[in-house]
């Protein structure tokens, strides 16, 4: 803009030479068209732009209008799932996520056709009639148990949807959280369960030993033992849980030390030799110390190990033979290195293989107490391989023994191991 003030000026004085006019009038006119000059270019260019038709003025509205254009666009992308109900109860529209959870929706369809759970149906009935807002809960029993939470309300007049009022319901599907929320206290019952039993029988010892055992003290040291046994128990319950709790709440942080996996199995099963020999059960080591390094955390990883061959032995009878060995290379684990424990001892009912990994779930409640069993060790198995974004395969054959596999990625030159997300393989499936 100066430039151009600079140029007038230039301009005016030379025209004014060139007219033989005095230097006085000269400067004036030059200064009088300079300002003027100056005046109309600043109000150019600092301008505000002209409000475009129909934008509306968020000063004005507090920014509330959305422009005509951008209302259809916005309503079909929302990530809620949206369902606009005609008077006479049709379905005059369904954006994209309702489309996403409701696959068989058809322009027209009977609302009560689209989702049949009673509370659904007396909710938007209800609004259609007396057009007030409703929020409600219900609950599909089609195909998989879901649930869902919504909201229905009138709109007066839709553009697009002719003169009738329509009803806008909007509806959410809270499955996952309605399934932590029941897990969360399932595992509080569980938990709790676990804890009282031991807990009343000390408290009823303690009872009897302070009565007619005080004086017996055979009973005394029976008793005793008894009380230790269930306090250990205890203690072990909550080792675990507090183990658990912490490996959880470390899952999304990946391990970054290069392991030598099949050391770390071997120097577990070493733990369990003097134990092994003295239950007349044969423990065996088929690996090669030196080979499949994976990126992990040793403690954890010798968690998987001691929690598995823990479980090879104590459910095998004298006699029984525990394997620890390589696993094959096998396709369906590409870039992963295995290995497996292998016991001759009771096995697995086949219907039940895909729960043992779920918290406190044994096949035997009592043969797993009567072990001292929490029924957690698998649960950790599972996230800690999770952690790693390892693998569990499990197999089993009732009355001729188990077979678990633990599969890890393999560590690259690089240390780079694949990021995919964590699984459980099919034979096992995840634990919830
Ligand atoms: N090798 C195996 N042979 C037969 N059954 C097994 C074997 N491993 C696990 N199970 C079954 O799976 C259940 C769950 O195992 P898990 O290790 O999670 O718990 P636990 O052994 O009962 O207790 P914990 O490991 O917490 O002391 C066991 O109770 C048992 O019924
Ligand atoms: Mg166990």
């Known amino acids: 803009m100066h430039a151009a003030v600079a140029i007038l000026v230039g301009v005016v004085a030379a025209t004014a030479t060139g007219l033989a006019l005095s230097p006085a009038l000269a400067f004036l006119g030059a200064a009088l068209i300079a300002y003027v000059a100056s005046h109309f270019l600043h109000r150019t260019l600092h301008a505000e732009p002209e409000p475009r038709e129909g934008t509306g003025d968020a000063g004005e509205t507090g920014g509330r209008q959305i422009p005509?254009?951008?209302g259809p666009q916005l309503i079909e992308k929302?990530?809620?799932?949206?369902?606009l109900i005609s008077q006479r109860g049709r379905l005059g529209y369904a954006n994209l996520a309702a489309q996403g959870m409701l696959p068989r929706l058809t322009p027209g369809q009977h609302f009560a056709h689209i989702i049949r759970a009673p509370a659904f149906v007396e909710a938007v009935s209800a609004t259609l009639r007396d057009g007030l807002e409703r929020s409600f809960e219900f609950t599909s029993y089609e195909g998989n148990e879901r649930h869902f939470e919504?909201?229905?309300?009138?709109?007066?007049?839709?553009?697009g949807f002719g003169p009738e009022a329509?009803?806008?319901?909007?509806?959410?599907?809270?499955?996952?959280?309605?399934?932590?929320?029941?897990?969360?206290?399932?595992?509080i019952a569980n938990a709790s369960h676990e804890l009282r039993t031991p807990l009343a029988s000390i408290i009823g010892y303690i009872e009897t030993l302070q009565n007619h055992a005080r004086e017996d003290p055979e009973a005394r040291e029976r008793f005793l033992a008894i009380m230790a046994r269930e306090a250990h128990r205890?203690?072990?319950?909550?080792?675990?849980?507090?183990?658990l709790s912490r490996i959880e709440m470390n899952e999304h942080v990946r391990p970054v030390e290069r392991l030598p996996l099949n050391r770390i199995a071997c120097d577990c099963a070493s733990v369990f030799q003097p134990l092994a020999s003295q239950e007349g059960i044969t423990l065996r080591v088929e690996l090669d110390p030196d080979e499949a390094d994976v990126i992990g955390d040793r403690d954890q990883l010798s968690q998987v190990f001691t929690n598995l061959i823990?479980?090879?032995?104590?459910?095998?009878?004298?006699?029984a033979t525990v394997t620890i060995r390589s696993a094959p290379e096998n396709p369906a684990h590409p870039g992963r290195v295995g290995v497996s424990v292998s016991d001759t001892g009771m096995g697995i009912p086949r219907e039940k293989l895909h729960r043992l990994t779920e918290r406190f779930f044994r096949v035997s409640v009592p043969q797993s107490r009567h072990k001292g069993g929490t029924g957690l060790g698998l649960a950790i198995v599972k996230h800690i391989l999770n952690r790693h974004k390892g693998r569990i395969e499990i197999s089993s054959v009732l009355g001729e023994g188990s077979t678990f596999t633990v599969w890890l990625p393999r560590a690259t030159q690089l240390h780079i191991v694949p990021d995919e997300p964590p699984a459980v393989a099919p034979a096992s499936r995840a634990a919830r």
């Open 234 to 243: 205890m203690q072990r319950l909550v080792d675990d849980l507090m183990s």
């Open 68 to 70: 005509a254009d951008v």
């Open 166 to 187: 329509h009803a806008i319901v909007q509806v959410e599907d809270r499955t996952r959280t309605h399934r932590i929320e029941q897990l969360r206290s399932d595992f």
């Open 150 to 159: 919504a909201r229905v309300s009138m709109l007066a007049e839709c553009e």
């Open 78 to 83: 929302l990530p809620v799932p949206l369902l």
């Open 310 to 319: 823990d479980n090879a032995m104590k459910y095998s009878a004298p006699g």
